[in-house]
């Protein structure tokens, strides 16, 4: 089955400063990789996601890259801000997997003013 | 107005006790999950259902048993609770199986369980 492997586990950033957040897989017929962003004692949201069609998305201060060569794929968030402090987790599946998304062990970013 | 939602939010209960967590989806979708999240957040999915059938069932005790009366509703009955079932359980909900309705999972709020 898919494993995923995230890294690292926290991430001290300044505020203003750039946070990356790597993962592997393992599955090579994964193709679809979802970020879930989740603040302290509420449920995990999606933030975004790539599919193996695509090398690159971004939607304003976040961007996903993936490598399906290397099986690995990150988030990256720009300009960091205080409200970006949470826990941010991965996950892969194929999309003939009933949803079955496999979660990396999670980030926790904290953005210090 | 909530697109899945989970009762009870806090549930405290003592060991040997038998409990249920109910959840339902107003968003239309036909696979419903149940994830656990451990105290070290590692979510891992439980059971999915699609159309009211089960798709996958993880190595999970059978203690643990879903139900789902239609598609709007999974709910989750767990007996004989154990000091190793507290955790958050999350509902959650997706289009479809994949293609072009994709799989991308929207959780309920959890349910925070505590066995004491």
């Known amino acids: 089955g898919e494993n995923v492997e995230q890294h690292p586990s926290t991430l001290s950033v300044q505020e203003g400063d750039s946070a990356v957040i790597k993962c592997t897989y393992s599955d090579s017929a994964s193709n679809y990789f979802p970020w879930y962003k989740q603040e302290l004692g509420k449920r995990p949201q999606l933030i975004i996601d790539?599919?193996?069609?695509?090398g690159e998305k971004k939607d304003q201060r976040i961007a996903v890259t993936l490598n399906k060569t290397a099986k690995h794929f990150s988030l990256h968030i720009t300009e960091t801000q205080p409200e970006d402090s949470a826990v941010y987790f991965c996950a892969a599946t194929t999309t003939d997997s009933w949803g079955k998304l496999q979660f990396g062990a999670g980030t926790q970013v904290v953005v210090t003013p | 107005d909530t697109a899945v939602s989970q009762t009870p939010k806090y549930l405290v209960t003592q060991m040997g006790n038998d409990k249920s967590i109910k959840c339902e989806q107003n968003l239309g979708h036909d696979t419903m999950y149940w994830y656990k999240q451990d105290s070290k957040k590692f979510l891992k999915i439980m059971f999915s259902y699609n159309n009211k059938e089960l798709i996958i069932n993880e190595t999970v005790p059978n203690r643990f048993s879903p139900k789902s009366p239609d598609k709007a509703h999974l709910n989750l009955h767990i007996n004989s609770l154990e000091l190793g079932d507290s955790a958050v359980y999350f509902c959650?909900?997706?289009?479809?199986?994949?293609?072009?309705?994709?799989?991308?999972?929207?959780f309920g709020e959890g349910s925070w369980l505590t066995v004491v």
């Open positions: 790539i599919r193996s069609n695509v």
């Open positions: 959650a909900s997706s289009p479809g199986t994949g293609g072009s309705s994709g799989n991308t999972i929207y």
